[in-house]
């Protein structure tokens, strides 16, 4: 028998309540000849929110992308941390979130809206989506102004959402909204009925890309 | 019993061969809980070749995908067909080929290259990337100078992919290579092989996503 | 005697009332050398307000086109429906009035605002600008949100107009302000004396510049 | 009777002969109610081929408009000198050949070429083109190297254009060809001929816009 | 011993007292190696407003700077007037404040906002932004709607200045700013101080690149 | 005494030649008022030609940055590692050479090429190039193919510069060369000498902008 083929998607933080969450939201996308691992990134600080945070997590993302040698991994970070030296590591596909949903957006509507965490983090995104060549794309990105946690976990994360997803929509013409964080992809379907315009969970969106890379091998 | 979910996957051409070739392709994503149903457009000419090809599969195009309903649809042809009018007549994902292809390719390498049945057909592919706003990732596009039909079928096919991919890869500085057309399925695998950078059939990419879309609803 | 040179326009809508609107509107361009015959497409509907109205009337269209056999063509709906077919169709000019719109509008100002009807045309619009790669012109685009027929003749139309002008001027720093319809062809005067910036009416501007390619054959 | 509409067209440079081809480029565009006036500029060197001549032009350029008071103007060189200060000293429309004649292939082609005459011409024209926001549609710019007056009236000129448009067309991939300077106007019609795709005369391209501008008023 | 080094920082208005504010922002930069000599041109007009201001002094501007013969000419005004024509007189480096004051905004932060002095000059300023091929990174400019000299003297300067640059951090999302005019020198610390992003004044940024290219010879 | 000001100037790479050859190329740009210490990263590997180079000096070069708190840091690597990290990490200037490189080339000429050591490395400066927005005016980007240390060292990497420098100069339409290497800096006065065209160390441009910043403070 054939070893099984399987995906490693790495949530880069070490909040395993975060990995629970991917878990979840993965699970729709399960099929029975491709596995997909979540793995939590032990040395990953608590949650990723600056530019010190993506680069502390790189070089052990690479090592663990080494090591675990699947047949292709996804990076569950909206920082895309690590891509391009874990592509280097690896002849097999490597994807980063941040990537695979502002593409997969591209698929469904003319421009897309983003959901940011905190403003600060919009700048480095900004840089992400010029560097894709994508941004003329860009309708617009706004933040929740809310923390990785708070955005978990929080009560009124789903409600501060869809405000910012209406805004994205109505003021800056969105026709469909990635969520910019790993974090928020319980609220996805909810988003998506409230707001009327496709919604991205980007790790759903990167594992099905995976999904279809590995199956063609 | 719930209804089975399914994605329709339209070849707009007439030649059942070519759709034959397809369900070949299609045939290692396949699962268990989503089908996969490729159909020929009985309306359609044997190969879509010009823009008057393009404009007379539209509507009968939209008419199949009204009417079969499915959970999502690939429109399977390079000039994506009918893209924009089958979106509007369905909420449901309704996903283009070439634009699945090129996104995928954004996805693995820095800048892509395309393999074109026919120069003629290169301002067209240069129209859809403009519109796409992802032109400035394209390395180079490149044509085999055959016909539909001798592609699908001829034995010098892969001869000349492989030349024009080295061309794509050593003068234009291709990370990855887009198969321009539906009809070149069959030559994935060992054009990738001789290559040695990914090499993307662009049905089997859409087709990666819609179940993707299709999977977490 | 050598047989007169003609110009074709046609309204790809059955409403002989908009054709009408033309013919007055092209008056002024007459020259006694080259006919500017204007023709309603009987095969069209009533407005072209939907992707399918565009889709629609694009192989009728290719079809007259090449039954008239005209020096030069021009397409009189801002959606530039069959643009691509019909220059696939004959050597002669075919000239779209949203492209010849645009293009008038950038040899008088630096950034232009476009007036849309309706706010659901926009996104067709902006794939538009970003295939012809001249967006990063584009100060804005705004709706009147009234539908063609109310826009071709309701009272308020000139009113609605007006006010949309001015936020594209003030607000988006428009210079000059592209009619987005070729049912507004009798406001163009009143528009610009009011706004005080040029007013394009694209089917004047594409028939100007059919004349220039007839005139120097 | 009302005083006739007047379409001025100023040749900057001071070589007499440069006008009369103007003259004979502009005359199939000629209509009996307005008139087209070609002017050499008394104040121009006898060619423009570098920056300094460009910039000794503008000031005199300005003052001929200002005091003729057309009701359009078009400036005949392809550097398009003076062209923003002229549009400030004057609420008519003032065109520039450059502008134009790239503005008008871009309603005939998908990309364009242009043939320059100097090398050293082409960043000054990649300049324009980036400010004009329309540089992604260029195919290629190429130089015949011959001096302004060789290109007027060398015997040779149309023999270089040719093969320069062919490496344009078949090198680069332009659909179409702008004459980058208002002396080759003569050689328009051989070209076009020889080549197999539009080529565009911009001095008449100009012209053939501000008709239209003059003409609705 | 030999002839000491010099950069040439020409004001091209007639302002004794904005050369004055010039070598007063430049004291800082001063080193014992290279002089700084700051000129008055004296064909200038009290002020650059307009675009015929601009041309008027592009020729005296050209002259001045052959004439002078410094190691390195900075032209000390915001619409950089002569750039062009004075880089092909000389073939030691002559440097515009805009293009260096935006190149060095650029080495700041992601986006950058300017501060003009009337709305007038905004879309020159966004021409030479697209003819740098850097408009991508502008993240809004705003007008102070005052003259060149209540800018220079008058006591609200400052207080404008800060509620422009505020609108242009928060709304714009600007992470730096650059100083739209060189009369705005004297401000440049305290507008700084109460943005808390970086602010550019143009003048500096050019003498700091020109004072480089001269030592390095 | 007020402590003196310092710019630091870190070879992430622990080749101490490298180091060296830097304070060399910098001793022209010596001011008595500022100091420039060049220091070379402990952590680094003997040359960075990776991704894994890139990264692994990153949180060594952030660390440094913040503990020798010098007014203003150039990061002396072509790959700007850690900018964004060490940026994040202090209020006071950090610059990359890539980016002044560039930016610095920009000020000299319409389009640049690039000189790198490996073509491998081109797709990361490409990616560098987008991201910062600039694209549009590289004219080519072509390698020595040689390693770090036979650049720094070796008697025909002059002889190798000269002949990738005319391809760019002459193929490419480069009107200014950037060195993509802070080892090369020993050449920029023969190749500049043998190419005729401005030629940019990038060490000495971002050094010069620093001193700049750190002189107006």
Same mark, same amino acid.
């Given at each position: 028998?054939?070893?099984?083929? #399987?995906? &490693? %998607?790495?949530?880069?933080?070490?909040?395993?309540?975060?990995?629970?969450?991917?878990?979840?939201?993965?699970?729709?996308?399960?099929?029975?000849?491709?596995?997909?691992?979540?793995?939590?990134?032990?040395?990953?600080?608590?949650?990723?929110?600056? !530019?010190?945070?993506?680069?502390?997590?790189?070089?052990?993302?690479?090592?663990?992308? %080494?090591?675990?040698?699947?047949?292709?991994?996804?990076?569950?970070?909206?920082?895309?941390?690590?891509?391009?030296?874990?592509?280097?590591?690896?002849?097999?596909?490597?994807?980063?979130?941040?990537?695979?949903?502002?593409?997969?957006? &591209?698929?469904?509507?003319?421009?897309?809206?983003?959901?940011?965490? #905190?403003?600060?983090?919009?700048?480095?995104?900004?840089? !992400?989506? *010029? !560097?894709?060549? %994508?941004?003329? #794309?860009?309708? +617009?990105?706004?933040? &929740?102004?809310?923390?990785?946690?708070?955005?978990?976990? +929080?009560?009124?994360?789903?409600?501060?959402?869809?405000?910012? +997803?209406?805004?994205?929509?109505? *003021?800056? +013409?969105?026709?469909?909204?990635?969520?910019?964080?790993?974090?928020?992809?319980?609220? *996805?379907?909810?988003?998506?009925?409230?707001?009327?315009?496709? %919604?991205?969970?980007?790790? !759903?969106?990167?594992?099905?890309?995976?999904?279809?890379?590995?199956?063609?091998?």
């Amino acid at each position: 028998m054939p070893a099984a083929r #399987r995906i &490693l %998607v790495i949530n880069p933080n070490s909040n395993d309540a975060v990995t629970r969450g991917l878990e979840a939201a993965l699970a729709p996308l399960a099929r029975p000849d491709i596995a997909i691992a979540c793995r939590t990134l032990a040395e990953g600080p608590f949650g990723i929110e600056t !530019q010190a945070d993506v680069e502390r997590v790189t070089l052990p993302l690479r090592d663990l992308v %080494v090591r675990e040698a699947a047949d292709a991994t996804v990076i569950a970070c909206y920082s895309d941390p690590g891509l391009h030296v874990c592509r280097e590591a690896t002849p097999r596909p490597v994807l980063g979130i941040a990537e695979c949903g502002v593409l997969t957006a &591209l698929a469904r509507a003319d421009r897309f809206g983003v959901i940011a965490i #905190r403003a600060r983090s919009i700048p480095r995104h900004l840089r !992400q989506l *010029r !560097q894709m060549a %994508v941004i003329d #794309r860009l309708a +617009g990105e706004r933040a &929740l102004e809310m923390s990785v946690a708070e955005t978990a976990g +929080g009560r009124d994360t789903l409600a501060r959402m869809i405000a910012v +997803g209406r805004d994205l929509r109505d *003021r800056d +013409g969105a026709g469909a909204v990635v969520m910019g964080c790993a974090g928020m992809a319980a609220h *996805r379907r909810a988003l998506e009925d409230e707001l009327g315009v496709p %919604v991205i969970d980007p790790t !759903q969106a990167a594992v099905a890309m995976a999904l279809g890379l590995v199956a063609v091998g």
